[in-house]
């Protein structure tokens, strides 16, 4: 089955820097790789998406990145703020998007004012 | 946020007991998921549902058994749970198999 690396675990940034997050999967044939951002008590939620036939998608300060070749993608958040500290959580799936899900472990992000 | 709410909040159940989970959308999406969120793993996907059809059981153990009745309501019904199950439990639901989903608050279930 699909295994989904997530690193770093932990990630302290300065307000106004950029955060970089990045995960690995091992199924050649993942094809939906979304982002979740979970803030301390609260739900997840999806910030970003990308499929396999995009290489980079925006979404204002969000970036996500994917290299199937390498099989990795990463999120960029650039000009962090204090509301981005969150758990960040990585997904890969097959297939119809959500069905075969696997999540990385989490990135807790941590914005010093 | 009301748009997928869970009952209860939180849950204490002894081993023998029997409880069930409750879950429901107002979103009028098609698909349904249920999810368990421990402590330092990564979020697992336990049972997705598709117009009330389970199309995916990631090697859950019988102890955890769904329920859906129609496109909105979603339940987990448990019995004989180990204390290993205690964890959060989230369900979703999306407008179809790849639309975004939407979580619930969750259960904060703990096996005594």
């Known amino acids: 089955g699909e295994n989904v690396e997530q690193h770093p675990s932990t990630l302290s940034v300065q307000e106004g820097d950029s955060a970089v997050i990045k995960c690995t999967y091992s199924d050649s044939a993942s094809n939906y790789f979304p982002w979740y951002k979970q803030e301390l008590g609260k739900r997840p939620q999806l910030i970003i998406d990308?499929?396999?036939?995009?290489g980079e998608k925006k979404d204002q300060r969000i970036a996500v990145t994917l290299n199937k070749t390498a099989k990795h993608f990463s999120l960029h958040i650039t000009e962090t703020q204090p509301e981005d500290s969150a758990v960040y959580f990585c997904a890969a799936s097959r297939g119809f998007g959500n069905e075969k899900l696997t999540f990385g472990t989490g990135t807790r992000l941590t914005i010093i004012p | 946020e009301t748009g997928v709410t869970q009952t209860p909040r939180h849950l204490v159940m002894g081993m023998t007991n029997k409880k069930s989970l409750k879950c429901e959308q107002h979103?009028?999406?098609?698909?349904m998921y249920w999810y368990k969120q421990s402590a330092k793993k990564p979020l697992e996907l336990m049972f997705v549902y598709n117009f009330k059809e389970q199309t995916e059981n990631n090697s859950v153990p019988s102890r955890f058994s769904p329920e859906c009745p129609n496109s909105s309501h979603l339940f987990l019904h448990l019995h004989t749970l180990q204390p290993e199950d205690s964890a959060l439990y989230l369900c979703?639901?999306?407008?179809?198999?790849?639309?975004?989903?939407?979580f619930g608050p969750g259960t904060r279930l703990t096996v005594t």
């Open positions: 979703a639901s999306s407008q179809d198999r790849e639309g975004e989903q939407y």
């Open positions: 979103l009028g999406h098609n698909a």
């Open positions: 990308i499929r396999s036939n995009v």
